[in-house]
């Protein structure tokens, strides 16, 4: 069974510097999806950022960019220039084909003014 | 362009009453899936649909029923409530096909508290 970890249930970061959520996953497959979702207090999922397993090179967003390390089952999203926006949950999720997702516990980031 | 709406965004419920909640899409997608989230737990998949007609048991199906009768809607029934059924649901909705369409889209939630 796939399974999704974040290991930092909670995170913070002074504005405008750079922040490295981390999370980890567990599958067999070779081919994948992941997906870094936000969660702000209003509730709704956001989608961040995804990548594509078969892909080597990062995905980027603005100021959202992963480090997709394949061989070692590690997917963490750095965010620069941190914003007062960027203050919600964040989940890892991970994908196979258009099966279900797994998600991780979710990490809780604090912006700091 | 809605996107996914869910219906009612919050409800309270005592023990042993049913209530469904209604999910819809106006995106033709053709995956519906239905999550709850709980504290600590991140969301967990309780039923999706791969198609109008169709549906399948997630990670936690038990004392959930689903119907996808038409495409653009995914309901999630609760037969008799149970306090460990106090969560906030997530409907989302993504296309079959592979590429940027594998992309889940999520509603606001409904906040479900059973007593």
């Known amino acids: 069974a796939q399974t999704v970890t974040q290991s930092q249930p909670e995170m913070s970061v002074q504005e405008a510097e750079t922040v490295t959520l981390s999370c980890t996953y567990d599958?067999?497959?070779?081919?994948?999806?992941l997906f870094w979702y936000k969660q702000p207090p209003s509730r709704q999922m956001i989608l961040v950022i995804r990548?594509?397993?078969?892909?080597?090179q990062n995905a980027t967003e603005n100021r959202f960019s992963v480090n997709f390390q394949k061989a070692a089952k590690s997917f963490s999203l750095k965010i620069s220039d941190s914003q007062l926006g960027d203050a919600a949950m964040y989940f890892c999720?991970?994908?196979?084909?258009?099966?279900?997702?797994?998600f991780g516990q979710g990490t809780r980031l604090t912006i700091n003014p | 362009n809605a996107g996914v709406t869910q219906t009612p965004k919050f409800r309270v419920l005592k023990t042993g009453q049913s209530m469904t909640l209604l999910c819809a899409q106006d995106?033709?997608?053709?995956?519906m899936y239905w999550y709850r989230q709980d504290p600590g737990m991140g969301l967990r998949l309780i039923h999706y649909?791969?198609?109008?007609?169709?549906?399948a048991k997630g990670e936690v199906p038990d004392g959930y029923n689903v119907s996808r009768l038409k495409k653009q809607n995914f309901l999630l029934g609760l037969e008799s409530a149970a306090p460990s059924q106090t969560s906030v649901y997530f409907c989302?909705?993504?296309?079959?096909?592979?590429?940027?369409?594998?992309?889940?889209?999520f509603g606001p939630g409904t906040r479900l508290l059973v007593l």
């Open positions: 989302a909705s993504s296309y079959a096909l592979a590429g940027t369409q594998e992309t889940q889209y």
């Open positions: 599958t067999s497959e070779s081919d994948y999806y």
């Open positions: 990548q594509e397993a078969y892909k080597q």
């Open positions: 999720a991970y994908r196979r084909g258009a099966q279900k997702l797994v």
């Open positions: 995106m033709n997608h053709e995956y």
């Open positions: 649909s791969v198609g109008e007609g169709t549906t």
